[in-house]
């Protein structure tokens, strides 16, 4: 059985990614199955050749009801087994919801080529061939190809029309099997998917910083070497020993430890995270939106405000897919969800913050399921360019382009006295500083956790505000509500006593401390339904936040070390954001130099850090400047008033 505290991993492996993925680790006993899925269809196994000879073990769902097809095809392509394996074994459900199903597609799932009960070599993200020269130049974009070629041929009753979708790393091989496509794929979603994980993108680095909680989680006991076909294995937990992963961590000490003190070799992939830490042509090479060309059909790209695994890969994918293929019709949905909460959840709320809407339940019923209705069987319209939810207002609105054209950019300026502002500062000359400890680092969550919980990213911050290592600004209660929408930009002026630090930066929604109203209200507009509890007073709900490692403000593939006591510019992007501060609210940043273990600590020093003595984790002092030529704040893009 999966590890439950280890969300990430235990959400992809059984939560949240395609039920195929639930059967393949859990096969449900006969008394469990759906036996809708057994009575209204008929299971086909394939082992589909490739051009170059590999094989890939494919299960094919097809309606009994031959007389109401015929039917397009629905397909996902996964590393985590298409199970149960057997043509006489039914899934508890299929496709992404249940709409499907009961609506009429031949569902069909792929073990990706080298895992499980598939022919081939592995390799994680494989990269993308531009040029193929022969049948040995292989890559999920042509698997895909030969998978619809043979499935047009030998299952009767289609309609010469194929989708795909998947969450994650199925999203990955959506988005792969769409470049160069098939001329009978006409729709596909990519949802958090994959797509540059040195960019910000999935558990392995943001801004620079090993992402190290969630990382060592995943690959400690998941995806290991397989020796041809097989059917899946029990997967065995890691034990930390310890409810409290910032003490496992911080007494492991450096990264290398990790793998000589417990994993002992065991898992390549940790070691290939870990070891490539800066933008190399490893990284580069598994690059997907640098290849998003010749994308034929229609595009469903999908992603959640608080998606702590893929946050940054939906809005990758979406540009490079307008931007290479601009006639391509491409819609981008963003909700207010976890890895993969559209799938699964009714998307009401994540921890303390409240939605007011069941915003899971909506995209399936009215955004995924009408998009697939569209385009493979011809039935209603088009979805508009982007359907995004409005957090703090918690309205969907359907909208032209994203950020909005109206959107303009302005910024939030740090002043004397923990004020912010849109006001630049006037002041000659304005500095505060810090001490930053690397042996006594700043949590990313005020409790007791060994994992990385899905609600730290709206998870209250008043535990990080209090502590002496993290500056604090925020503007005065506001008078109108302010909406921003698009890309959050920190740009910094700093300067450190190290040769290295990070600069962790930390937007937040500050609540009113009487909120909500005695009355229930909220702030005296619209009153709220299952109103928050009275102790949201105060709250400091967390909207985005990123790390940056200094070492990296020049270049992501050639670091340079810090001059100590020397002004130095720190620009970088957040993920993006759609949000509303309400009236009687505050806007809050924190900056602090660790947040851990959510990324691994930075010895603050110029060295390789996955193997630094304990000797070069030292401290330092941060200065952040806030001074008329040094002004240092956050750039955000600002919807106008109505």
Known sequence: ?????????????????????????????????????????????????????????????????????????????????????????????????????????????????????????????????????SPQDVDDSTDTYDTIEFLLKHVANNNDKAGIWGISYPGFYTSASIIDSHPALAAASPQAPMTDLFQGDDDSYHGGAFMLSATFGFYAPFFHPQDGPQTPKPTIPFDYGTPDSYKFFLQAGNIANLDKLYLKGSNWLFNDQAKHNTYDSYWQARDLSRHMKNVHCAVLVVGGWYDAEDLSGPYRTFNAISKFNPQTPATLVEGPWVHGGWARSDGSHLGDVQFNA????????????????????????????????????????????????????????????????????????????????????????????????????????????????????????????????????????????????????????VYPENYPDPDGTSQGNKRILDAPPLHMGGYQQLLRGEPFRAKFRSSWEKPEPLTP??????????????????????????????????????????????????????????????????????????????
């Open 358 to 509: 069941k915003t899971g339940v909506y995209f399936r019923t009215n955004v995924q399921f009408p998009f697939f209705e569209f385009y493979l069987k011809g039935k209603g319209k088009a979805l508009p360019r982007a359907v995004v939810f409005e957090t703090g207002a918690n309205v969907w609105r359907n909208l032209d382009a994203w950020p909005p054209k109206a959107a303009a950019a302005k910024t939030l300026y740090f002043h004397a006295g923990g004020k912010l502002s849109f006001d630049p500062p006037t002041e000659a000359k304005g500095v505060d500083e810090y001490l930053s400890d690397p042996n006594r680092p700043v949590p990313f969550v005020g409790y007791t956790t060994d994992t990385v919980p899905q609600r730290y990213m709206v998870d209250d911050q008043r535990f990080a505000s209090y502590r002496p290592d993290v500056l604090v600004y925020q503007t005065e209660p506001l008078e109108e509500d302010v909406t921003i929408a698009g890309p959050i930009s920190p740009k910094l002026r700093i300067a450190s006593s190290g040769t290295d630090s990070d600069f962790d930066v930390k937007l937040i929604d």
């Open 1 to 133: 059985m999966l590890n439950p505290n280890r969300v990430f991993f235990a959400f992809l492996a059984v939560l949240a990614l395609p039920f195929p993925v639930v059967r393949a680790q859990q096969p449900a006993p006969d008394a469990l199955l759906d036996e809708y899925v057994r009575a209204h269809y008929t299971k086909y196994e394939y082992r589909i050749p490739m051009r170059d000879g590999n094989r890939l073990f494919t299960a094919v769902y097809v309606p009994k009801d031959a007389a109401a097809g015929p039917y397009p095809f629905l397909m996902e392509r996964t590393p985590y087994s298409v199970g149960p394996y057997g043509e006489d074994q039914y899934p508890r459900r299929l496709g992404p919801s249940e709409e499907f199903e009961k609506s009429g597609y031949i569902f069909v799932y792929q073990d990706v080529r080298g895992r499980w009960m598939s022919e081939g070599e592995y390799l994680e993200m494989r990269p993308h061939i531009d040029e193929k020269k």
């Open 565 to 642: 006591g020397k002004e130095t510019e720190i620009d970088f992007t957040m993920p993006d954001l759609f949000h509303t501060f309400r009236r009687g609210h505050r806007i809050m940043v924190q900056v602090e130099s660790s947040w851990f273990p959510l990324t691994d600590r930075n010895p603050q020093t110029f060295t390789d850090i996955p193997n630094a003595r304990p000797e070069e984790f030292q401290k330092a002092t941060e200065q952040v400047f806030r001074q008329k030529d040094a002004a240092s704040g956050v750039e955000v893009l600002v919807m106008p008033k109505d």
